[in-house]
């Protein structure tokens, strides 16, 4: 079953800094839902390969860049890279412990 925090894991996992323990260990502290090691490590495997040369920041290498961006699309990780409004607006709920809850609420309640 996917994770409604999937995209979010993949990004985590696109950094290529943590180790799975750690990617489950930021879930947590985040206060998302429990994943496990497998599930996390699935999600690696389906984004394997990753681009030969990861190149985030434009620069000395516009080619590696392109297929970066190119590749975080594929995978719709590439607006957790590039924040734009509304994933900004998004964090911002996930860091407000009460505005957070009250969103939940409303996302989570049955439809009348």
Sequence with gaps: MRSPSENFIKYLISKQEYETET?????IDHQLETISFKYVEGLLEKLEPFPEVFETVPGKKPKAHEE???WLKKHQ???LWYPNEPV?????????P??????????YRPYV
């Design 98 to 107: 009460r505005v957070r809850e009250n969103v939940e609420q409303l996302l």
């Design 23 to 27: 990617v489950i260990a930021i879930c």
């Design 77 to 79: 990780i590439h607006d």
């Design 68 to 70: 970066t961006k190119a």
């Design 88 to 96: 900004q607006e998004a964090y911002r709920i996930l860091g407000e």
